[in-house]
């Protein structure tokens, strides 16, 4: 116990360290045009990357200023190099046009990243640890059209390339003929329909946000593989005096010949804190998880969380008894009060071995 709380106050104090980097790196704020942007050091933690040090940059603005109507647009740069030598590059933002009469999300990245693997199912074993390594590019686009008051159609594309891949030889992914396990491309075309009256795109204390998408990669498009994914995302939150409480149940879900890195991953930052992101792959997977947010003093915030799901070959596969869990709890730090975009810092428990800390940039969901 006495460990646990040290780290508590290392982690903590490394939380704070964030705020102090940032105050002396450039900040611009344009009042008249409505934009802020900050560039600021980064100290990242998660269970896949061990400690991750970098830079992000964080540009929120209205690309029309006399849109008061459209929540505030925003864009963030990051580049991250962590002690596990995994390098990753990324950017991503949401962008609204026009009253919301359009929205553009998008997210960019590469990374070369050491990983590891357990197999496939919901009955992987820590015994079955292997390592492996693969470098990644990767594109999403999805444009938004609104038809209705908070209601969307969209039109998605995804492209990914992974290669450089290695391997154990005759271990899990030779034993278990994984699909993408040699260098291959995917690229997917897709549609959406989404239901969203969130008050904030960071941090909303009000409002839902419920999103079904289906995505189909096809040789036509020019990839290697030929599969179908659809996701549910269902969110709600709600406002308990100063209080938020926030629920989500995500649904994620593949037919076809399914590569390695399209499968369902179970665990992360976002969703089933304290299992190592991949911890359980399959084709599909089923998370619900909550939060109670809740303020401390001034910019500092904490949440409580906790959360269950299980992944599956098929839906067939869901059993109750098959259910994981994960709880934990987290503290924030408002680096953009206004815009409600903060630091977080948790600490996620899960079965068995599974736990770890995440010191990320923006909520979990």
Request: charged share 20%; aromatic share 18%; with cysteine.
């Amino acid at each position: 116990m006495r460990r646990k709380r040290s780290l508590v106050l290392v982690y903590s104090a490394l939380f704070l360290g964030c705020w102090f980097l940032y105050l002396p790196v450039h900040a611009q704020k344009d009042s008249v045009k409505q934009k802020s942007l900050l560039f600021f050091p980064v100290i990242a933690r998660s269970i896949e990357t061990g400690w991750s040090f970098g830079s992000v940059g964080s540009l929120t603005f209205r690309p029309n200023p006399a849109d008061t109507v459209s929540r505030t647009s925003n864009m963030q740069v990051l580049l991250l190099y962590s002690t596990k030598k995994q390098l990753v590059t990324a950017i991503n933002g949401s962008q609204y046009f026009d009253k919301e009469k359009y929205i553009l999300n998008e997210q960019l990245s590469f990374s070369s990243y050491p990983d590891k693997f357990w197999g496939l199912g919901k009955n992987a074993q820590d015994a079955d640890e292997e390592p492996y390594k693969f470098k990644q590019y990767y594109v999403y686009l999805h444009l938004l059209r609104k038809v209705a008051p908070h209601f969307f159609a969209g039109v998605l594309f995804e492209k990914q390339k992974v290669w450089d891949i290695t391997y154990q030889a005759g271990g899990k992914f030779d034993q278990q003929q994984v699909a993408g396990r040699y260098d291959y491309h995917v690229s997917g075309l897709g549609g959406s329909l989404t239901w969203d009256k969130r008050n904030n795109a960071f941090a909303p204390d009000q409002g839902f946000f419920y999103q079904f998408s289906l995505n189909h990669f096809s040789k036509f498009w020019g990839s290697d593989y030929v599969y179908t994914n659809f996701v549910f995302d269902l969110r709600k939150y709600v406002a308990v005096k100063k209080n938020v409480l926030a629920f989500q149940l995500f649904s994620f879900n593949n037919t076809g010949d399914v590569p390695i890195r399209s499968l369902a991953s179970f665990g992360g930052a976002n969703r089933m804190r304290g299992y190592y992101d991949g911890r359980y792959k399959d084709k599909n997977q089923i998370v619900f998880q909550a939060e109670y947010r809740f303020p401390l003093y001034k910019r500092f915030s904490a949440v409580l969380f906790g959360g269950t799901g299980t992944v599956g070959r098929n839906f067939s596969d869901y059993a109750v008894k098959d259910l994981k869990y994960s709880y934990g709890g987290g503290l924030r730090f408002a680096v953009n009060k206004k815009e409600k975009l903060n630091i977080r810092i948790d600490y996620g428990i899960g079965q068995g071995k599974n736990n770890g800390f995440y010191l990320q940039l923006g909520e979990a969901f």
